[in-house]
């Protein structure tokens, strides 16, 4: 009977966390407040953990990509109590109408980057994937994706396909995280992109965190980004690839932009992620597959060129 | 009274034989002299000492003291490192509007519980020590002596590095003004996280 109840306490605190946001004006008071914060010469992100609460990363020259020294990292905590946000822990303030200020006359005001390769145009030449109109070239379970306000989400369809092989390619995609404050790790909008179907690229709410190997940005298992160029959920993000197969007994390789920023460059892939759809010898073509992991992450603007 | 009168005269000269040939570069009161970049309200004057706190930001000594250009030198300040904190003393640099300064030299000033692993008394990324030979939240004595193609750094009265720049140095890509030279000397405010106070600054000329 114990465990019984136990078992269903722990369901009703399941059920009290909400699904998650994919929609900005959906998402809530603590979803205004998460976020990047930056001066000139500081920057600052604020990660929403649900309930009100959030952490808070102060970073010495500005944000990752923008003059942070990639090294320093104040760690606090804040809280939303009677409307008013506070911050304590290592460095004191408030976050109040947009701007985080505190400790050492610090004023942040709340900024909203954008990919300066978002909307690239696909070249001449170019394999269009998706362009927001027709699924026809990207597939979930052998059919056409289904397209939802000119974008399509991964979660339910079991991953999507693109409908032909390609070998070396240069890729360009665009996708936005959903908002689950009350995920953690692998559980924060997971999915993926593999090209060849063999190597992932991580795609995953890691904003703020230290940018892993398993988290956004990183190639799966393989190498960690050079920084973590993750941007909060509900912002459309870039990645620019450009990935070699395998040939004349060199390793296939990946060179990846997340957000413009050179994160990896020509790393070698001498293993599959260990749940790549395709297995075949890496110096043979595989479908463009974006993962489907259980959790709402869209994708738009899909195009690619082969490389000779 | 006579002996008092006696030992308030003597004092200063006692003092004196360590301290000759110093001229201090802050006056205790102002920022006279002394000119920051991008971000000034990073440092403050409040009772003698001059505190670093907020958004990046460096603060150039900038006044009449041989007209702010130095080759050798001996300069020394008193340096209070709140914990989790850094800081740093730049040699050989001068002005510029913002970042990090590209040139000379970064005396480091850097707590044992701040994340990096170059601690007080490095010469930053050119020669580092992974602990800091000086406590959290107490004054210490930063000593920084550069004679010739050779820079020694001391922290109460100890040495912590000595370096000598070779014939073939090379500095890194990151680094193109790391170079002995001459120039003026900056405090730097590092991040709203860190609290660095300094006082009674003050350098010796030596003969270049």
Not at chain 1, 32 to 41: F, H, K, M, T, V
Not at chain 2, 125 to 135: M, Q
Request: charged share 25%; proline share 6%.
């Amino acid at each position: 009977m114990k465990a019984l109840l136990l078992l269903l306490s722990l369901l009703a605190l399941q059920d009290k966390k909400p699904a998650p946001a994919t929609d900005p004006e959906k998402a809530g008071p603590d979803y205004r407040i998460q976020g990047e914060y930056a001066n000139g010469s500081t920057g600052a992100q604020v990660v929403a953990l649900g309930d009100d609460k959030f952490d808070v990363y102060i970073l010495a020259g500005g944000l990752p990509g923008a003059g942070w020294d990639e090294k320093t990292k104040t760690r606090a905590s804040a809280k939303t109590e009677g409307g008013k946000t506070t911050v304590s822990g290592d460095w004191a303030g408030e976050i109040a109408d947009g701007v985080l200020s505190g400790a050492g006359d610090v004023q942040l005001k709340r900024v909203v980057r954008t990919s300066p390769t978002m909307g690239a145009k696909a070249p001449e030449g170019a394999v269009v994937l998706f362009d927001g109109t027709s699924g026809e070239e990207i597939l979930a379970g052998g059919k056409p994706a289904k397209v939802v306000d000119g974008v399509i989400w991964a979660s339910g369809t079991g991953g999507f396909f693109s409908k032909r092989k390609f070998g070396s390619i240069k890729l360009h995609v665009e996708f936005m995280l959903s908002y689950m404050p009350y995920a953690r790790g692998q559980g924060r909008s997971n999915s993926g992109v593999y090209p060849a179907g063999r190597h992932e690229c991580q795609v995953l709410d890691s904003f703020g965190l230290k940018g892993e190997n398993n988290e956004c940005g990183g190639i799966y298992t393989i190498a960690k980004p050079a920084v973590n160029m993750c941007l909060p959920p509900l912002q459309w993000q870039t990645y620019d690839i450009e990935y070699h197969l395998a040939s004349d007994g060199k390793p296939a390789t990946m060179s990846v932009l997340h957000n413009g920023v050179k994160i990896h460059e020509n790393v070698e892939l001498k293993k599959h992620t260990t749940s790549a759809p395709d297995n075949g010898a890496d110096d043979t073509p595989g479908p463009l597959h974006l993962q489907d992991h259980g959790n709402p992450v869209a994708y738009r603007n899909i195009w690619l060129v082969e490389l000779k | 009274m006579k002996t008092l009168l006696a030992a308030v005269l003597l004092l200063p000269c006692l003092q004196d034989k360590n301290e000759e040939g110093f001229t201090p570069l802050f006056n205790g009161k102002d920022l006279t002299g002394w000119k920051a970049n991008e971000s000034p309200e990073t440092f403050k004057v409040e009772d003698g000492k001059i505190i670093a706190n907020g958004n990046r930001s460096h603060l150039f000594y900038v006044g009449d003291v041989k007209n702010h250009v130095f080759k050798n030198f001996e300069l020394r300040a008193q340096v209070l490192c709140k914990v989790k904190s850094n800081s740093g003393i730049y040699f050989h640099t001068e002005f510029q509007e913002k970042g990090w300064p590209d040139k000379g030299f970064e005396c480091q000033v850097c707590s044992n519980a701040f994340s990096d692993p170059r601690k007080t008394g490095s010469l930053y990324a050119v020669k580092d020590i992974p602990e800091a030979p000086a406590k959290d939240d107490e004054w210490f004595d930063y000593t920084i002596l550069v004679k010739g193609k050779s820079v020694t750094t001391m922290i109460n009265g100890k040495v912590a590095v000595e370096w000598t720049q070779p014939d073939d140095y090379v500095p890194t890509k990151d680094h193109k003004g790391r170079l002995l030279a001459t120039g003026t000397f900056a405090l730097q405010g590092h991040d709203p996280g860190s609290r660095v106070e300094f006082k009674n600054i003050r350098v010796k000329p030596l003969e270049d």
